[in-house]
């Protein structure tokens, strides 16, 4: 396959000498206002890349903040969905310094707006990637949307498990394009008091199976965490540890801030 | 009369595909992490059933514990009631723990065994699921965990007490409406978290790629059981066949022998019905087929109750378990194809076929499958009198008694 022309945003923000924080936003929470003012304090913070969760009734692979997090923003701006967010993220990017954003998402309402039109409105908006975590990458409709997404510079990043099998490693890490996202964990996104000491091998064994950036995401909620996973890993994803504050963005702006220097200090 | 019940194999009807997709409908989406052990599960499953000491013990707990074969009965005070010719009715009531689920509970713990899990967990609506799961972990020496919604836990207290008693946990979930949905979705975050040492039972031919195939062959001992009774009882023809859907196991179970084992020119009428609520042109309701759009949930792609932003919707039955917002993945491809006609009954219809069938035969049905016994004046108006109609009575209504008695069944 030729490779694409356009040089993928993503790529490049995992690339910078030092491993990515990657901070993960819930789109329409508190309410709108709120989370555009959170994007600008993370943003402002040192983030490198910016993912943007879309509020779903049924996240499936998400745990109790961002279920709670889905739930207000549905509840609030006449039920914040993929539509809304893609506009935020719109706004969003005409802030100054405003790193590549990345939209997270399941699949069904990427379904319901239909892939062309989902793949059309985020180049408008500027979106860098995607991450639908219950769209696994041999599935026949991964295919379907990554024709569209690819053709307008979107990446789509597919996730690493550690109950993943080689073969599946291998899969993941040859149709990711950007990064490819590493659970850090069995079970839902939250935080966690330990990760598990199995991480580093399977660090190890995602890098093995592809060329693009490895970041490691689920349960990595403190600067000690971060400053751990930034020894092997070239990005640490940090999500419900931020929505968690994501109605204040101030303490947002400040604990980012922590995180960016235990990037910084490895 | 000719004998065109007679199994044939010239039926054309075959799937799932390699991945899990009745036409469109079906497959695999779900999160990463589970994706290893659903191709283990699918390994273990066809060893199995390649295996005839895996069969033989099946075969004999449905025969022995189960109590099967159940009886094809002859209901002639209801036939004359509603209008028909002759209505058969297969008690699927008449199973230890009171409704089909026990079928599919035994294939599945049986299977969790043969893949080393000591530990199963189920979703529930109504409870049936769960109790038919929790009798079969208690019989195995399993650990079982039940996941039901709060609402549910309320309108079917006897069944969580039947759980416990049992042995088994009863997870209360509280999120969205506290109904079967909500626990499918519990149950999922739940074995993500603990795949490595639990076996996910599903009660319903619903979920990720290879489930809804399992949970049809195991509930497809109802249809082939029927087909061999009608041809005992020298019944040649029927015009129609009619169950419940609420994930549609019980109808899968009934319909698809009907399907591979005979032509289509040959084959009675087959009848879903599903869950009209306070009526289909209300937004209380559980009609997936007949008001639902394509989309994803719980790991599959189907006809689904949902909003314009992609989000399902929350389902309503006085059934709690046919108020399901999706639908087995089979059954939207069955739709699509003309092969089963899918039809709505409300609320109210269900009660009054309720009471019915009690006050005509002395059998009280579970409240869902009085959803199919309310097709029969309906298809008595299109049939005429002398049509053959077969019912699958998938459950006994003792669960059901304070419902009934809140609608203001008996008391007058």
């Given at each position: ?266 | ?144 965990a039940v996941f039901m919604g709060v609402e549910d836990i309320r309108r079917q207290a006897l069944n969580v007490y039947k759980m416990r008693l049992l042995g088994s946990e009863v997870v209360p979930v509280a999120e969205g409406g506290g109904t079967l949905a909500d626990a499918v979705t519990a149950a999922l975050r739940h074995w993500v978290e603990r795949v490595e ?216």
């Open positions: 396959m030729a490779p694409t022309e356009i040089p993928s945003r993503l790529e490049v923000a995992f690339r910078k000498g030092r491993p990515a924080l990657v901070a993960y936003l819930m789109g329409g929470y508190p309410d709108r206002a709120g989370s555009l003012a959170a994007l600008r304090a993370v943003a402002l913070a040192g983030a490198d890349v910016i993912e943007l969760g879309v509020p779903y009734a049924d996240p499936l692979a998400d745990g109790p903040v961002i279920q709670h997090a889905a739930k207000v923003a549905r509840a609030r701006d006449g039920s914040f969905g993929l539509a809304e967010t893609l506009d935020l993220a719109a706004e969003a990017a005409t802030i100054e310094d405003m790193p590549p954003l990345v939209v997270m998402t399941y699949l069904n309402p990427m379904m319901r707006m239909g892939f062309p039109v989902v793949a059309g409105r985020a180049a408008e908006a500027g979106i860098a990637g995607f991450i639908v975590p219950d769209l696994p990458p041999d599935n026949p409709m991964a295919a379907q949307w990554m024709r569209e997404a690819r053709s307008r510079g979107i990446d789509t990043v597919f996730l690493a498990a550690p109950t993943s099998t080689p073969e599946r490693l291998a899969l993941v890490g040859e149709r990711s394009a950007g990064f490819v996202y590493v659970v850090s964990s069995l079970g839902v996104t939250g935080e966690r008091a330990e990760l598990p000491a199995e991480l580093t091998a399977l660090v190890g064994r995602v890098r093995a199976s592809t060329s693009l950036p490895v970041a490691v995401g689920f349960g990595v909620s403190t600067p000690q965490q971060v400053s751990n996973v930034a020894g092997i890993a070239d990005g640490i994803i940090v999500g419900s540890a931020l929505v968690k504050r994501q109605d204040d963005p101030v303490a947002l702006g400040d604990f980012v801030r922590s995180l960016a220097s235990a990037v910084q200090r490895r | 009369m000719s004998d065109v019940l007679l199994p044939s194999v010239e039926s054309a009807y075959s799937s799932p595909d390699a991945q899990g997709f009745y036409g469109p409908y079906g497959g695999t989406f779900v999160p990463e992490t589970v994706i290893p052990a659903l191709a283990e599960l699918a390994k273990a499953y066809e060893t199995a059933l390649n295996d005839p000491e895996f069969r033989n013990e099946l075969g004999y707990l449905l025969r022995d514990y189960v109590g099967r074969p159940t009886p094809l009965y002859k209901a002639e005070r209801l036939a004359e009631a509603v209008g028909l010719g002759t209505v058969y009715l297969k008690r699927e009531d008449l199973n230890h723990t009171g409704a089909h689920k026990i079928n599919n509970s035994l294939g599945q713990c049986l299977l969790a065994k043969r893949m080393g899990k000591h530990r199963v967990i189920a979703e529930t609506g109504a409870g049936q699921h769960g109790v038919a799961t929790a009798t079969a972990a208690a019989l195995m020496g399993l650990e079982c040492d639990t076996f996910y039972v599903i009660g319903s031919t619903v979920g990720p790629h290879p489930y809804p195939a399992i949970v049809r062959e195991f509930q497809s001992v109802i249809g082939e059981e029927t087909l061999a009774q009608l041809q005992v009882k020298g019944v040649g023809h029927v015009d129609a066949v009619i169950a419940c859907v609420g994930g549609g196991s019980n109808a899968i179970g009934m319909f698809y022998p009907f399907l591979r084992n005979l032509p289509d020119e040959s084959r009675p009428l087959l009848v879903g019905a599903e869950a009209a609520g306070l009526g289909i042109e209300t937004d209380k309701h559980g009609a997936a087929l007949t008001k639902g759009t394509p989309g994803v949930m719980h790991g599959f792609y189907s006809y689904l109750l949902q909003d314009d932003a992609g989000n399902p919707l929350e389902a309503y039955s006085i059934s709690a378990g046919l108020d399901y917002p999706g639908v087995g993945p089979e059954h939207s491809s069955l739709k699509d194809a003309g092969l089963v006609r899918y039809e709505a009954v409300t609320d109210a219809e269900a009660l009054e076929a309720f009471a019915l069938l009690t006050r005509t035969e002395g059998i009280i049905p579970a409240i869902e499958s009085s959803h199919a016994l309310a097709m029969l004046p309906r298809l008595a108006a299109e049939l005429g009198p002398d049509a053959v109609v077969v019912v699958n009575v998938s459950g006994r209504g003792d669960k059901d008694m304070d419902i009934v008695r809140e609608a203001g069944l008996g008391t007058d």
